[in-house]
């Protein structure tokens, strides 16, 4: 049985930082491609980042969200810095056997999800 479990959320002032860990148990994540989606009160889900051989980032998160992998642990991490407003959202981790360059935002290829962690960003 599959199981992702994401942890980390909070709530941080603009500008702070937090790292997401998504931890999964019935399945080697460095085996499989992992993504990043948020959904926001009212909004529909967003891709965030996603990691397989490369690492994809939406535009709005690029150059302050690093995603990574920790094979030893069978987790993989988004480190999120310089955090906006505009971010807070729950957060949800997802794996697939693959995902591409022209795929990785598309949430419905995604298999397994996890429950979401809340991030929330105010001073």
């Known amino acids: 049985q599959v199981q992702l479990v994401e942890s980390g959320g909070g709530l941080v002032q603009p500008g702070g930082s937090l790292r997401l860990s998504c931890s999964a148990s019935?399945?080697?994540?460095?085996?499989?491609?992992v993504g990043w989606f948020r959904q926001a009160p009212g909004k529909e889900r967003e891709a965030v980042s996603a990691?397989?051989?490369?690492?994809y980032y939406a535009d709005s998160v690029k150059g302050r969200f690093t995603i990574a992998r920790d094979k030893a642990n069978n987790t993989v991490y988004l480190q999120m810095n310089d955090l906006r407003p505009e971010d807070t959202a729950v957060y949800y981790c997802?794996?697939?056997?693959?995902?591409?360059?022209?795929?990785?935002?598309?949430?419905?290829?995604?298999?397994?999800w996890g429950q979401g962690t809340q991030v929330t960003v105010s001073s």
């Open positions: 997802a794996t697939d056997r693959f995902v591409g360059q022209n795929s990785w935002f598309l949430s419905n290829l995604y298999d397994f």
């Open positions: 019935g399945i080697v994540l460095n085996d499989n491609s």
């Open positions: 990691i397989s051989s490369y690492a």
